[in-house]
């Protein structure tokens, strides 16, 4: 099993930046992607930015494009988020997932075995 415990989240000003960490515990050493998700309130969780583990080839969100960046430290085994320019829109609660698969569309839920309880975002206009 793995635990996934996400921090830094918080309030912040459009405009502002986050950075969002995912500290991951237990059998790491099988995971072959994470991701992260949001959902906003009355919303579906939608997808925002995943990252192959070992090689790094990341993914976005056409929505995130060129104001996130998803980033992994594997000495530390560590997910991170850093949000930029953000947006009253961007407002939602963030979880980070990852997956032992080695194939799958890695930007569905479907592809994620393990997930974190995420942490709220809330971007003031």
């Known amino acids: 099993q793995v635990q996934l415990v996400e921090s830094g989240g918080g309030l912040v000003q459009a405009g502002g930046s986050l950075r969002l960490s995912c500290a991951a515990s237990?059998?790491?050493?099988?995971?072959?992607?994470m991701a992260w998700f949001r959902q906003a309130p009355g919303k579906e969780r939608e997808f925002v930015a995943s990252?192959?583990?070992?090689?790094?080839?990341?993914y976005y969100a056409d929505s995130v494009k060129g104001r996130f960046t998803i980033a992994r430290d594997i000495a530390k085994n560590t997910l991170y988020l850093h949000m930029n320019r953000l947006k009253p829109e961007d407002t939602a609660v963030y979880s980070c997932a990852g997956s032992w698969k080695t194939k799958g569309e890695f930007t569905k839920m479907s592809a994620y075995d393990y997930w974190g309880q995420g942490t709220q975002v809330t971007v003031s206009s």
């Open positions: 237990g059998r790491t050493s099988s995971t072959t992607g």
């Open positions: 990252i192959t583990w070992t090689i790094g080839t990341t």
